[in-house]
């Protein structure tokens, strides 16, 4: 048995959410959820796919896949935790809940842990204002983010 290599996989991958989507309107910004809901990210090998689909250009695709900042270019860690960096949770301190946050787990925004548990990113706004500080680990939001909190958040992510 022979395997394909991984670019022919991600290209049939690819075609497949193409053809399942290219009929909306406006289809890009859906086949790239759809790809990276697919892949855990958007690979560089399904963008001249999803050009030559389209009839766009790879720079076109390209753009909006750098613009968003929910498409990423890398697998992200098995928990994604985004903090809010919005001016109502600056105000109440998100940027001590950030720093310690990057401190305990030792990495940046848009970066993983070696380890692969986490991915942490800033994110402008979760809606939960009234409860800033606040965050998002794996979709579900967390607010009034205190010392208690971010300690069971990176226990919880390093398990």
Known sequence: ???QPASTEIASR??????????????????????QEEFG????????????ALNISRAEVHGVVSFYHDYR??????HVLKVCQAESCQSMGS???TAKLK????????????????????????GLCACSPAAMLDGEVIGRLDDEK????????RS
Request: charged letters at 20%; hydrophobic letters at 45%.
């Open 1 to 3: 048995m022979t395997m």
């Open 150 to 157: 971010l300690d069971e958040i990176v226990a919880e992510v």
């Open 103 to 126: 401190q305990l787990l030792g990495i940046g925004f848009h970066e993983t842990t070696r380890d692969g548990s986490v991915t942490l990113e800033p994110v402008y706004c979760l």
């Open 73 to 78: 270019s890398h697998p992200a860690g098995r």
């Open 14 to 35: 690819t075609a497949a959410i193409i053809q399942e989507l290219k009929g909306l309107e406006g289809p890009l910004l859906p086949i790239l959820h759809g790809i």
């Open 41 to 52: 990210h958007v690979p560089k090998d399904a963008l001249p796919v999803i050009a030559e």
């Open 95 to 97: 940027d001590a809940v």
